[in-house]
């Protein structure tokens, strides 16, 4: 007993030592190890309907190449619809730069005549410049993303390739190995299982968005349902940052009772998805408490920049599965779940 609880603070350390070694270790190759989770998270999703397919009677390899062929022309779609917007984006910016120079003014004009006022019309001008920078720099962020999505596409079609044999393999290496293959198996299925919900309700967000904003006549409505549909996947932060861009077109178009208008649709459909959509179809598959969920933004931000937030969710429950399969970690995995969560 002596020596367990001896042992106990000597883990904590040695856990603690492999943590922060691991951490600066994939931070230093990020920029391989981006793409090749990409490419994993998309295989997972799309390997679904290569096996859908392959039990309507569909050939292996026309199975696969229908699926990489969908893959082509999303990326491609994707891509032309990013570049396209940001053409015109960039051509208008002068533009609506004049319209918060106008707005700003009228601002100034509601406000005592006093010098302790002068610099407010600065301040305002700056946050605008810098909300309008932000937008500019998530649309040329995603448009020289573009050799990365050419890498993940090929990486996930080579696995999408290997995608019918892998299970039969996969199961003759660990078909003696019983509890083993269960948790394989547990481990596939929840990651899939939250991948996909998250990638559907996502879609029907950015889906709900575009056409709000259709509806609305702001600028570049589809692309913001894209935005909004990509952000999701950025638990509490994604929305804000997906809101900035329409919110802002709004202001200037209509004024700010447009604006708000905007910023509470886009408030609502966020709200309907998040609370009441994706519970219903998730249920209690996540199993991480809120702060680990909020917390993981910022590690995975940290070891793999801006795209690590994106699939945050994803990585840390494959490190709460890895922390699981083990006697020795267990107890770090049920610290990482919700308190609601029990056996």
Avoid: C
Wanted: hydrophobic share 55%; charged share 15%.
């Amino acid at each position: 007993m002596d020596t367990d609880d001896n042992s106990a603070p000597a883990n904590i350390l040695l856990y603690s030592t492999a943590a922060v070694i691991l951490t600066i270790g994939m931070r230093e190759i990020g920029s391989i190890l981006v793409p090749i989770f990409f490419s994993i998270f998309a295989f997972l999703i799309f390997s679904p309907i290569v096996h859908w397919l392959q039990r309507k009677k569909v050939p292996g390899t026309v199975s696969v190449g229908l699926v990489i062929l969908f893959l082509i022309i999303f990326a491609i779609a994707a891509v032309l619809l990013v570049t396209g917007s940001l053409l015109q984006l960039s051509t208008q910016i002068p533009e609506y730069q004049t319209q918060l120079t106008s707005i700003f003014e009228n601002i100034e004009r509601y406000l005592p005549s006093s010098g302790q006022y002068s610099s407010i019309e600065g301040i305002l001008r700056d946050v605008g410049a810098f909300l309008l920078g932000v937008t500019a720099g998530i649309l040329t962020g995603a448009l020289n993303a573009g050799t990365t999505i050419a890498l993940i596409v090929i990486t996930t079609a080579f696995l999408l390739l290997d995608a019918a044999g892998a299970p039969k393999k996969m199961e003759r290496e660990i078909e003696d190995q019983p509890v083993l293959l269960l948790r394989v198996r547990e481990f596939g299925r929840s990651l899939v299982d939250f991948i996909l919900i998250r990638t559907e309700t996502n879609l029907i967000g950015g889906i709900g968005t575009a056409i709000l904003l259709l509806i609305g006549r702001i600028d570049f409505a589809i692309l913001w349902g894209f935005l909004t549909f990509l952000l999701g996947y950025i638990p509490y932060l994604g929305f804000f940052l997906a809101a900035v861009p329409p919110v802002l077109l709004a202001l200037f178009k209509y004024g700010a009772i447009g604006a708000i208008a905007v910023l509470a649709g886009i408030w609502l459909i966020n709200v309907l998805i998040e609370n009441v959509l994706f519970p219903s179809l998730a249920g209690k598959s996540l199993k991480l408490s809120p702060s680990i969920v909020f917390l993981s933004l910022f590690y995975w931000g940290y070891v793999l920049g801006g795209s690590g937030a994106l699939i945050a969710i994803p990585l840390t429950m494959v490190v709460k599965m890895i922390l699981e399969s083990s006697d020795n970690t267990r107890w770090m995995a049920k610290l990482m779940e919700s308190g609601g969560n029990k056996e």
